[in-house]
């Protein structure tokens, strides 16, 4: 009997292995999944956004009157209510050698507590660098310790529910091969030698990305969706980060991909102390207009993950939005905003996506900001080399110093 269970769980391990490998193919490299650049050039007709400019560039107070309201009707009818307004202090801070944070350097482990008694694991790594640094702001899918080569010891593992797949390190190169080589953690002696740190948290510390356990800890936040509460734990992050003189206040950037591009554009609406947004993938509640109706449905999204929203926004599977996605856009101007997209990945709408950027354009011409950028990249939905590489370069050019 003692030699069965071993067996029973390597057989476990295998089915789930390859139940994974068919969703995953299905979900990154299926053959539906072709975007034509061309259908790109066809989304001209740009909707008009909620927020319009007048003749004149408005001044502050009526720029802050107009985001206020349009950041109003994004959570009623898209994201759902935002847990209440704090600020978070660092109850721990634990520095951690190389040697024991699979080789990088300059790695910090902080405890970070609002006073609504959330806590959640901040990783902090900073260039040795003379002067503060710009510092990038990210969250991860797999947990913090997941996110470091080896999977060390000295990082915290989450602790609320996290996927299966994401516990044992024997999927992590399937997690590569599928979705990218830095899916799981981002290229942290890249990112410090180009002079930025990363500030790196796991969301499900805060709200679990399961339905089932979502409930109740939106619940305990007074919130209504996990996308908000991943939001709002953007701000928590930089409330920690202001404090610190290693860290550039004037250059903090919001990275994402996927769901967590959607967090990283509602974050950056929600927040000015956000300086710059890289949202990659981000889809269907995310960059992608809902009225668009390609890609991933409303339907589908809604069902899929019903925690991620307000509840109002399962009434548009059917119905055109009174608020859209060019409108969130809007909320990050006059700030630099970089969009990416892939073409094997119809699922996230590039297509809406672009559309939503032109819908936007207007308010960024009437602050005199740089227009978004937007870029197509070849492969499917994941983090690869070159979303680093395009991100980086776009934040040396847009966020330079003199």
Not at 151 to 178: E, K, M, Q
Not at 360 to 368: K, V
């Amino acid at each position: 009997m003692s030699k069965a269970k071993p067996r029973w769980f390597i057989i476990v391990l295998v089915l789930l292995g390859l139940i994974s490998v068919a969703t995953f193919w299905l979900y990154a490299w299926g053959p539906y999944r072709l975007v034509s650049l061309d259908r790109l050039a066809l989304a001209a007709a740009a909707p008009k956004a909620l927020l319009r400019p007048s003749d004149e560039i408005p001044n502050t107070l009526e720029w802050t009157q107009r985001r206020t309201s349009v950041l109003q009707a994004l959570e009623t009818e898209i994201y759902g209510r935002f847990p209440e307004e704090t600020r978070a202090l660092v109850v721990r801070r634990q520095p951690i050698p190389a040697e024991r944070a699979g080789g990088i350097a300059g790695v910090e482990q902080l405890e970070v507590e609002a006073p609504n008694g959330v806590r959640f694991n901040l990783v902090l790594v900073v260039p040795s660098t003379d002067g503060p640094a710009p510092v990038i702001v990210m969250q991860n899918f797999c947990g913090n310790q997941a996110a470091f080569p080896g999977r060390p010891s000295s990082i915290a593992p989450p602790t609320n529910y996290y996927p299966i797949p994401c516990r044992y390190g024997a999927f992590d190169p399937l997690h590569r091969a599928v979705f990218g080589e830095w899916m799981l953690g981002p290229p942290y002696e890249r990112i410090v030698a180009r002079g930025y740190a990363v500030a790196m948290f796991y969301g499900g510390d805060v709200v679990p990305d399961h339905a089932p356990d979502a409930g109740p800890a939106l619940q305990r936040l007074h919130a209504d969706g996990a996308l908000a509460a991943w939001a709002w734990t953007h701000a928590r992050v930089i409330d920690v980060l202001e404090t610190d003189p290693r860290i550039d206040q004037q250059r903090i950037i919001a990275w994402g991909q996927s769901r967590f591009g959607k967090v990283a554009l509602l974050a950056a609406a929600s927040d000015l102390r956000i300086d710059a947004v890289v949202a990659f993938q981000s889809g269907r509640g995310g960059d992608a207009l809902t009225s668009h109706r390609a890609g991933e449905s409303v339907e589908a999204i809604t069902q899929t993950y019903p925690h991620w929203f307000s509840p109002r926004y399962s009434r548009y599977a059917a119905n055109d939005p009174e608020v859209d996605q060019h409108d969130l856009l809007t909320l990050i101007a006059p700030r630099p905003l970089f969009i990416g997209h892939a073409v094997r990945d119809s699922w996230a709408d590039p297509a809406g996506a672009y559309q939503a950027m032109a819908g936007a354009g207007p308010i960024f011409d009437a602050l005199n900001a740089p227009a978004p950028v937007f870029s197509m990249r070849t492969g499917a939905h994941g983090i690869v080399d070159r979303d680093w590489t395009t991100s980086l370069d776009f934040l040396d050019r847009s966020l330079a110093r003199p």
